[in-house]
């Protein structure tokens, strides 16, 4: 059975959900604050993230944030739930790291739908992720390059994973920061410059020319999506 998060301060609304999602088979859990989201979310292991914005106690961009820098959520589906309906909300809201935006007043069963699409997808997410000769085992935490074992740190392999799995999309600095040393460090933006030479120096064949992670200028680095030519998922 599928774990449901619901962050949700309206409590009419969070009846309603919590009746039909329930009703459709998943389990549901939830809050009426943002308040301790996060700690809920860590403790719960949800499959999904139904994540209100406009909570009276917290601000739902924030705990987005929170989740996305988070190394145990930081890849669990968050759907936004706002009344915000402006295109710049959207944007914000998925370049923030929401997998999907939903404006109020909304169906339900257009929400249920969008929910069974994010199970689907997720029924085929990678633990393997191929780059060419570049392999990178989630489950086992292991990176081969030409099936030889690259000796990898723990905040390098946490880097090299989040840019996998986003092949083609562009990270400023500050936006790695958060995501793979999270929100509590002591870290610059240089650090991130230290990182990526670092991993370019094991798994691309010239750092200074590389292949896989791309530098764009003035913004920050993405992972090439042109040599990231296959997924593969394993049992």
Same mark, same amino acid.
């Given at each position: $059975?599928? *774990?449901?998060?619901?962050?949700?301060?309206?409590?009419?609304?969070?009846?309603?959900?919590?009746?039909?999602?329930?009703?459709?088979?998943? +389990?549901?859990?939830?809050?009426?604050?943002?308040?301790? #989201?996060?700690?809920?979310?860590?403790?719960?292991?949800?499959?999904?993230?139904?994540?209100?914005? $406009?909570?009276?106690?917290?601000?739902?961009?924030?705990?987005?944030?929170?989740?996305?820098?988070?190394?145990?959520?930081?890849?669990?589906?968050?759907?936004?739930?706002?009344?915000? #309906?402006?295109?710049?909300?959207?944007?914000?809201?998925?370049?923030?790291?929401?997998?999907?935006?939903?404006?109020?007043?909304?169906?339900?069963?257009?929400?249920?739908?969008?929910? *069974?699409?994010?199970?689907?997808?997720?029924?085929?997410?990678?633990?393997?992720? *191929? +780059?060419?000769?570049?392999?990178?085992?989630?489950?086992?935490?292991?990176?081969?390059?030409?099936?030889?074992?690259?000796?990898?740190?723990?905040?390098?392999?946490?880097?090299?994973?989040?840019? $996998?799995?986003?092949?083609?999309?562009?990270?400023?600095?500050?936006?790695?920061?958060?995501?793979?040393?999270?929100?509590?460090?002591?870290?610059?933006?240089?650090?991130?410059?230290?990182?990526?030479?670092?991993?370019?120096? *094991?798994?691309? +064949?010239?750092?200074? #020319?590389?292949?896989?992670?791309?530098?764009?200028?003035?913004?920050?680095?993405?992972?090439?999506?042109?040599?990231?030519?296959?997924?593969?998922?394993? #049992?």
């Amino acid at each position: $059975m599928k *774990k449901i998060v619901l962050i949700e301060d309206d409590a009419d609304l969070f009846s309603l959900l919590k009746y039909n999602l329930e009703k459709e088979g998943f +389990a549901l859990v939830g809050s009426q604050t943002g308040r301790g #989201a996060i700690d809920l979310c860590r403790r719960e292991k949800p499959d999904l993230i139904l994540l209100d914005i $406009m909570l009276p106690d917290s601000d739902g961009l924030d705990i987005c944030k929170g989740i996305r820098s988070h190394p145990e959520l930081v890849s669990i589906p968050v759907i936004f739930l706002t009344a915000r #309906a402006s295109e710049t909300d959207r944007i914000l809201g998925l370049e923030l790291g929401a997998n999907d935006y939903i404006v109020k007043p909304f169906f339900v069963r257009e929400l249920i739908a969008r929910v *069974k699409v994010h199970f689907r997808a997720n029924q085929s997410s990678t633990k393997i992720l *191929k +780059a060419g000769d570049l392999e990178l085992d989630r489950s086992s935490c292991r990176v081969k390059l030409y099936n030889s074992d690259l000796q990898l740190t723990a905040t390098e392999f946490r880097l090299l994973e989040f840019l $996998m799995t986003r092949p083609g999309v562009v990270f400023s600095r500050e936006q790695l920061l958060d995501a793979v040393w999270g929100h509590d460090r002591a870290v610059t933006d240089r650090t991130v410059d230290v990182y990526i030479l670092r991993l370019r120096q *094991k798994i691309e +064949a010239d750092a200074t #020319a590389p292949i896989f992670i791309r530098s764009v200028r003035g913004f920050g680095y993405s992972f090439n999506e042109s040599v990231f030519n296959t997924l593969t998922a394993t #049992a």
